[in-house]
Structures are given as C-alpha cells and as structure tokens.
C-alpha cells in the first residue's frame, strides 16, 4: 500500500475511533465480557463432530435470530448464517468462524472452569470464536451502529480434518456477490494470515488374495506392499521454500499374524505453499504408490495385488500481497487498540478457499491465551479477551465503513 493509501487507512480509523458510537460500541464489548464467556461455554457443551455439526449449527443459527439479522439461514451444506443490511453504498464481506471440532461423536465436551481457565475439548478451536462474533454483533445492535455495506455473520462447516473446506466451499459457490472474507480462529488477537497453505489428503489402500502365512507363501501382501511404499515416501526430498511436507498419518491392515494381508491401507497428507510444488510432490507420490504394488508383484511373480487411492482432501494454496487493502485495514484495527500486527506464515484455514479464486481474506486471531488444541486437555484462559473482539469490530467498519463517519476502505 502506498503513502496515499496508507494515509487514508489512518484518517479513516482516526475518525472512527472518534465516533461516540463506536466508542459506545468499544465500551460495551469490554463490559460484555461475562456474557461471551457464557455463550463460549453454551456451545462448547453443544459436541460438532466432524460431519455432525447440526445441532451445534441449529444453537447458532437461533442465537443469530435473537440478534435480529435478517435472512437467517441454514444452507445444505449446514453453514448458519444471517445478514446486518448495510445503510448505504460499500461491500458485502462475510464474517465466519467454523461449526466443527476434531472430536469424534462421543467425546465428553462438558466445560471446567479452573480459576477463571476453561478446560474441554474444542473450548478455543472454534467455538470461542463462534462466541466473539456473536459478541461483535451485540455491539453493532447496542450502538446502533449504521455499516455501509452488507455483513454476512455465520458459522461453516467443514474446516477441520476430512471437511475440506466443505462450508466454505459451498457457501461461496452459492454467493457470488461477497467482496471479502474473515474468519476468526487462531490465538494471537493481534495475528493476522494473509497466506494460505494447500494440501491434498489421500487414503491409499493395497488390495491382493491374500492367504496363509505358510501355505500361502509366495502370494503378494497388501501389507508388504504398503511397506515399500511407506519406506519410498519417507525418503521423499522436499523444498524448503516454498514449504513442502508430506506425512502418513495413519495406518491400517491385515486380520491375523498368521495371514498374508488382504488389504492394507495408509493415510497421506501433502502439503505446500505452491501450487506447483504441491501438484510435483503429488505426481512423486502417486507413482510412489504405484511402483510399490509393482514390486510386490514382481516379487512373487504375480499380477493380483492392486492399488486404489482416493483423494478425499483439496485445499488449494493461495497468496495475496501483505499491501492489501484487506490486511493493511485488519492491522491498523490492532494498531487502533495499541498493538502491533503480526503477520503469519502460512497456514490452511477457512481463508483458503475464497483467497484462491481471488476474493481478498484473512484469518484473524482470538483473544485470551490458548494451549493444546486439537486434544482433550484444551484449554483457555478468557483474560482480556475482549480484545479481540474490539479488534474485530474494527477490521469490519473499516472495511464496509460507517455512514457519515468513514468510507469503505475495501
């Protein structure tokens, strides 16, 4: 962003930071920081499995009807959402944070609160971001707030594990009107990322007659098939830059230690920072896949052993310029609040999808202090998370702008 731009950013947060009812707006999110606390707990309590988020989507489309958005919807994919109709002429953005957990059906979601920290699974990753965006639509109805352009609030599906981006997916697949994106997720009020990380996630399964281990022998294993291909993958050469990995998550095969294994299978994740790097590792991999049944066969010079893959996982990389309108707005809303931005590396987010068919979006961070995510020792710590939210009800005014105070910056 040039001088020009940059110096409209400031005068454009100057005039909104002057605003009595921004600054109404400021004051109530800090006092309604109890009541985003509660709702946090509310949700957490609600389990979202991967693929069964609706009763947890179905809690949050009703929370956002309490809240008098219009159009409150729940779409077929499962994303609950609902409309701030802007006041004036500006952009139509949508603020999202994701529905879903890593957890599987089941799991013991009940919230404990340990001297002011809550401990469950999925208490921060997302569900205290679900929590601060119902926290900055209150502020927009107690300060009657009169945004420029339309705001779509909601919760997608699908951002974690085996979703792939299945919300968001959707969502802007039916929208085609949407300017910009935020999500918020992540730890870190005062992040920001801007670049996204793709990936293609494959499940590998070998599939031969299999037989006894001794009577048998001679007859080409899925399993040892999965070893060549294993050991062949492992020894992969990847770039360091741009960033590059591969990893095989999770195995599975064979019925017996006396048994030549019928089938045997892995779980494969593929990453990088380009898509052209991501495309060559995968071209690598999949003739690593291939070769391994080869082998096998050859071995025992036999031709039944058989390879399926399956790539059930496609998040595309993307990139944007750190001058962005859109990045450039989300720091100087930090900066408004006496912090300094930090811009990220890299990461796979509900941001990827929108950014790689060039719709501008970020992912912003939360407040308070987070620790082991993805596991059932989760945990936050609430304190001073009211910043974030501040933070958030800066970046979107603005980017939609506020009527008779300041212009959309998008």
Do not use: C
């Not at 005039?15 to 920081?33: P, R």
């Not at 951002?159 to 969502?171: H, I, N």
Request: glycine share 10%.
């Amino acid at each position: 962003m040039n001088k020009n731009n940059a110096a409209t950013v400031k005068e454009a947060f100057d005039e909104l930071l002057n605003d009595t009812a921004i600054q109404q707006a400021l004051a109530f999110i800090e006092q309604d920081h109890q009541r985003t606390i509660e709702e946090q707990i509310a949700l957490t309590e609600i389990p979202a499995p991967p693929f069964k988020e609706q009763r947890r989507a179905q809690n949050f489309m009703e929370r956002l009807e309490d809240l008098g958005l219009e159009d409150v919807r729940m779409d077929n994919e499962g994303n609950a959402y609902g409309l701030r109709k802007g006041q004036g002429q500006g952009p139509k953005i949508f603020v999202s944070a994701h529905l879903d957990t890593v957890f599987p059906e089941g799991t013991d979601t009940t919230v404990h609160d340990r001297e002011g920290v809550l401990h469950a699974p999925g208490i921060g990753d997302d569900t205290r971001g679900l929590a601060e965006l119902l926290a900055v639509v209150r502020a927009f109805n107690e300060a009657e707030i009169k945004n420029s352009g339309d705001i779509i609030f909601g919760g997608t599906v699908g951002e974690e594990g085996a979703g792939d981006l299945r919300g968001v997916k959707a969502f802007f697949t039916e929208h085609e009107d949407i300017d910009a994106f935020l999500s918020l997720d992540g730890p870190g009020y005062n992040f920001i990322t801007y670049l996204a990380t793709g990936s293609y996630r494959y499940k590998v399964t070998y599939k031969g007659p299999g037989g006894h281990s001794f009577a048998a022998f001679g007859t080409p294993s899925a399993t040892h098939a999965l070893g060549r291909a294993m050991a062949a993958i492992a020894d992969l050469e990847t770039p360091d830059q741009p960033k590059t990995t591969f990893s095989i998550g999770q195995i599975s095969g064979g019925t017996s230690v006396n048994a030549i294994a019928q089938e045997a299978s892995m779980l494969v994740d593929l990453r990088s920072n380009d898509q052209h790097e991501l495309d060559k590792l995968e071209e690598r991999f999949l003739a690593i896949v291939e070769e391994a049944a080869q082998a096998e066969n050859a071995r025992w010079g036999d031709d039944r052993l058989r390879v399926e893959t399956d790539r059930f996982g496609n998040r595309p990389p993307a990139s944007q310029s750190a001058d962005e309108p859109i990045v450039q707005v989300a720091s100087a809303a930090i900066r408004a609040l006496g912090a300094e931005p930090q811009l990220k590396e890299p990461s796979s987010t509900d941001a990827n999808y929108p950014m790689s068919i060039g719709i501008p979006a970020i992912t912003i961070g939360l407040g308070g202090e987070f620790d082991k995510a993805h596991t059932l020792e989760e945990w936050h710590d609430p304190k001073n998370g009211h910043l974030a939210i501040q933070k958030s009800l800066m970046t979107i005014l603005g980017l939609v702008g506020v009527e008779k105070v300041s212009p959309p910056l998008l």
